[in-house]
C-alpha cells in the first residue's frame, strides 16, 4: 500500500517568493495534519483537516501560510511570501478516526535564501 | 494547555542492553498513546501505540502505561546500533472534537554503543 505522498521533496527558494507544498495521504483517512519540525522547536502541528474540512488552524504562524484540502486525496500548504525563518521540514500525517494512529509523509524539506 | 515532558537525552546506551525511554503528559483524559522513531532526516515512524494500563509487547519493544501516574514508557531490549534514533512520546488529546490532534513531546536522542 502507498503511504503519504508529498512533493517536492527539497525546495529552495528566495526571499519574498510563493512556495507551495502537496500531500496525498493514505487512501481511505479521512484526518490530514501538517506538520513542522525545526532543531529549535521541534515538531509543531500547524493546521490539521476532518473529512477535508480545516478543524484547527491555531498552529498556523502567520496570515502568509493558507492550507487546502479540495477532496479527500490530496491538500497543499502554501506559504507566501516566503521568508527565511519559514526554512525547516514540512511533514504531512494522515489517519482514520477509528484508530487515530497517524502515519508521516517523507517530508519537505524548505529552504529560504 | 496540554503538555508531553520527554527527558531529552541523549541517552546512551551499550549494546545488547536495555534502553528506558519514559514519558509524562498532563491531560488526564487522554486513553491513547504513540511511540515514534526517527531517524536522522528522516519522517517519524510508529512503532507502538497503548491504550490499556499495563504492558504491550511487540518484538524488541515493551510499551507500558500507567494512566493514574500520566506515565509512558518504551523499553527495547537487546538494543541495537540501529535502534539510534530520536524516540517521540505522542499522545491523542481528549474530547469527541479532537478528530485523532496529537500532542508530540521533544523526542528523547538514544545512542547505542557497540
Known amino acids: 500500500d502507498a503511504g503519504v505522498i508529498q512533493s517536492p521533496r527539497h525546495e529552495v527558494t528566495e526571499m519574498g517568493q510563493e512556495v507551495t507544498l502537496r500531500c496525498k495521504p493514505i487512501?481511505?483517512?479521512?484526518?490530514l495534519f501538517w506538520y513542522r519540525q525545526t532543531m529549535m522547536r521541534g515538531l509543531e502541528l500547524l493546521i490539521y483537516?476532518?473529512?477535508?474540512?480545516?478543524?484547527?488552524d491555531s498552529g498556523m504562524p502567520e496570515d502568509r501560510f493558507s492550507a487546502k484540502m479540495p477532496n479527500a486525496s490530496f491538500s497543499t500548504l502554501k506559504i507566501q511570501p516566503s521568508e527565511p525563518r519559514d526554512s525547516a521540514v514540512y511533514f504531512c500525517?494522515?489517519?482514520?478516526?477509528?484508530?487515530?494512529?497517524?502515519?508521516f509523509g517523507p517530508g519537505t524539506r524548505l529552504t529560504v535564501l | 494547555q496540554k503538555e508531553v515532558e520527554q527527558n531529552s537525552g541523549p541517552l546512551s546506551v551499550p549494546e545488547g542492553a536495555i534502553a528506558s525511554l519514559n514519558c509524562t503528559y498532563s491531560d488526564r483524559g487522554s486513553q491513547s498513546f504513540f511511540w515514534y522513531r526517527q531517524y536522522s532526516g528522516k519522517s517519524p515512524e510508529l512503532i507502538m501505540s497503548i491504550y490499556s494500563n499495563g504492558d504491550k509487547e511487540d518484538g524488541r519493544f515493551t510499551a507500558q502505561l500507567n494512566k493514574a501516574s500520566q506515565y509512558v514508557s518504551l523499553l527495547i531490549r537487546d538494543s541495537q546500533p540501529s535502534d539510534s534514533a530520536t524516540y517521540l512520546c505522542a499522545v491523542k488529546d481528549a474530547g469527541g472534537t479532537s478528530y485523532g490532534k496529537l500532542t508530540f513531546g521533544q523526542g528523547t536522542i538514544l545512542t547505542v554503543h557497540p
Open positions: 487512501s481511505g483517512h479521512n484526518s
Open positions: 500525517a494522515s489517519s482514520s478516526i477509528a484508530r487515530n494512529e497517524q502515519f
Open positions: 483537516f476532518n473529512n477535508n474540512v480545516p478543524i484547527d
